[in-house]
Nanobody
Framework: QVQLVESGGRLVQAGDSLRLSCAAS????????MGWFRQAPGKEREFVAV????????YHQDSLKGRFTISRDNAKNTVYLQLNSLKPEDTAVYSC???????????????????WGQGTQVTVSS
């Protein structure tokens, strides 16, 4: 069973950039489709981005395209989320998730993922 640990979240100012990391242990990340989700205070968890096993295909939430980019390095067992031009409304806990499913990419719903990290807090001040 794979364990996921996110890092990289912190307090930043509007317009700044961050790179979040999701490190896996107890399993080979290359066996999973990997996704990022976020949850703002008082709101439901929402889909951010997903990437297939090889890293050749990625899908981002429409409203975040051009600012957020998902990537992966299977040799390092790590998935990344690059956040650019951050806005106060991007403030949330960002979590990565792993899916062993083979069909139906891209996975944009939480129920398609079996393993979750604890999340990392991103706070954007205006």
């Amino acid at each position: 069973q794979v364990q996921l640990v996110e890092s990289g979240g912190r307090l930043v100012q509007a317009g700044d950039s961050l790179r979040l990391s999701c490190a896996a242990s107890g399993g080979t990340i290359g066996s999973y489709v990997m996704g990022w989700f976020r949850q703002a205070p008082g709101k439901e968890r929402e889909f951010v981005a997903v990437i297939n096993r090889s890293g050749e295909m990625a899908y981002h939430q429409d409203s975040l395209k051009g600012r957020f980019t998902i990537s992966r390095d299977n040799a390092k067992n790590t998935v990344y989320l690059q956040l650019n031009s951050l806005k106060p409304e991007d403030t949330a806990v960002y979590s990565c998730a792993a899916s062993p499913r083979l069909l139906g990419f891209p996975f944009v719903h939480t129920h398609r993922y079996d393993f979750w990290g604890q999340g990392t807090q991103v706070t954007v001040s205006s």
